[in-house]
């Protein structure tokens, strides 16, 4: 019995090592931001890094997103003749739920990823330890810059990403399933929104607090050489998709 249960304990104190890092590191952040004394050209250098770069990605997804969602929808108004509940439905879904998620899974793979990789490469080539030595804050220099611009940058890019949702679908509402554009944007009008594109910026907010995080801390944790690189990559992306569906289900909750 003792055996059968030790992968389980093993496991529970991996999650154990894993979340309390990461708090620390929050910690950690948090204390660095009051006062504000962390480096501003970097945080400017990373406001172009991870958000200006993932521009392209974000309006061709969003795009196809919002034609997906008025196509799954618009079928079923259409056989039903309820075509008045295509644009709330297709807004509801698009705003509150699916866009802000796809983004930040999007967001996730693309600069999570990448940002572990980077910060993983300066700890196995002794970067992180050249700059302690210098008496400089690896946190302050370089994990506090990523914070920043990663949170602001997604609620941009979740706001973007909205906008460019909703076009795709009203010229799918049109172009594929045959009902007019009009009666998508009255629905958009007459569903009062608003409270549902506001708690898709609020979640993006958090979902890039939750991949900077999660990305910085096995970033950070690297051992073992480039192989280790590899793995802490593929922690984060794991970890950080954990955590958007956890603070997307925490933020609904809270929400509603």
Same mark, same amino acid.
């Given at each position: 019995?003792?055996?059968?249960?030790?992968?389980?304990?093993?496991?529970?104190?991996?999650? =154990?090592?894993?979340?309390?890092?990461?708090?620390?590191?929050?910690?950690? @952040?948090?204390?660095?931001?009051?006062?504000?004394?962390?480096?501003?050209?970097?945080?400017?250098?990373?406001?172009?890094?991870?958000?200006?770069? %993932?521009?392209?990605?974000?309006?061709?997804? %969003?795009?196809?997103?919002?034609?997906?969602?008025? $196509?799954?929808?618009?079928?079923?108004?259409?056989?039903?003749?309820?075509?008045?509940?295509?644009?709330?439905?297709?807004?509801?879904?698009?705003? +509150?739920?699916?866009?802000?998620?796809?983004?930040?899974?999007?967001?996730?793979?693309?600069?999570?990823?990448?940002?572990?990789?980077?910060?993983?490469?300066?700890?196995?080539?002794?970067?992180?330890?050249?700059?302690?030595?210098?008496?400089?804050?690896?946190?302050?220099?370089?994990?506090?810059?990523?914070?920043?611009?990663? =949170?602001?940058?997604?609620?941009?890019?979740? =706001? $973007?990403?909205?906008?460019?949702?909703?076009?795709?679908? +009203? @010229?799918?509402?049109?172009?594929?399933?045959?009902?007019?554009? #009009?009666?998508?944007?009255?629905?958009?009008?007459?569903?009062?929104?608003?409270?549902?594109?506001?708690?898709?910026?609020?979640? !993006?907010?958090?979902? !890039?607090?939750? @991949?900077?995080?999660?990305?910085?801390?096995?970033?950070? #944790?690297?051992?073992?050489?480039?192989?280790?690189?590899?793995?802490?990559?593929?922690?984060?992306?794991?970890? +950080?998709?954990?955590?958007?569906?956890?603070?997307?289900?925490?933020?609904?909750?809270?929400?509603?």
């Amino acid at each position: 019995m003792a055996l059968a249960l030790r992968p389980v304990g093993r496991g529970f104190l991996d999650a =154990c090592d894993i979340v309390g890092g990461m708090s620390l590191l929050q910690f950690r @952040i948090f204390r660095a931001m009051m006062p504000p004394t962390f480096d501003y050209d970097e945080t400017l250098r990373q406001f172009h890094r991870v958000g200006v770069r %993932s521009l392209p990605v974000v309006i061709l997804t %969003s795009l196809f997103v919002g034609a997906l969602m008025l $196509i799954q929808t618009g079928n079923f108004v259409r056989d039903t003749g309820a075509t008045g509940m295509v644009g709330w439905a297709t807004g509801l879904t698009v705003l +509150a739920e699916v866009g802000p998620v796809l983004i930040g899974l999007m967001f996730s793979g693309r600069v999570g990823a990448n940002n572990t990789a980077e910060l993983g490469t300066m700890v196995i080539t002794d970067q992180i330890d050249a700059l302690r030595v210098l008496g400089i804050d690896p946190v302050r220099h370089l994990v506090v810059p990523r914070f920043v611009a990663m =949170c602001v940058m997604l609620v941009l890019l979740t =706001c $973007i990403g909205d906008l460019f949702a909703i076009a795709g679908a +009203a @010229i799918a509402c049109q172009a594929i399933v045959g009902i007019d554009v #009009r009666v998508f944007w009255q629905g958009i009008l007459d569903g009062h929104l608003v409270d549902e594109f506001v708690m898709g910026l609020v979640k !993006g907010f958090f979902f !890039g607090g939750a @991949i900077s995080i999660v990305s910085c801390h096995w970033g950070l #944790r690297v051992r073992g050489g480039a192989e280790g690189v590899g793995r802490a990559v593929n922690n984060s992306v794991v970890t +950080a998709a954990i955590a958007i569906f956890v603070v997307n289900f925490l933020v609904t909750t809270l929400w509603v």
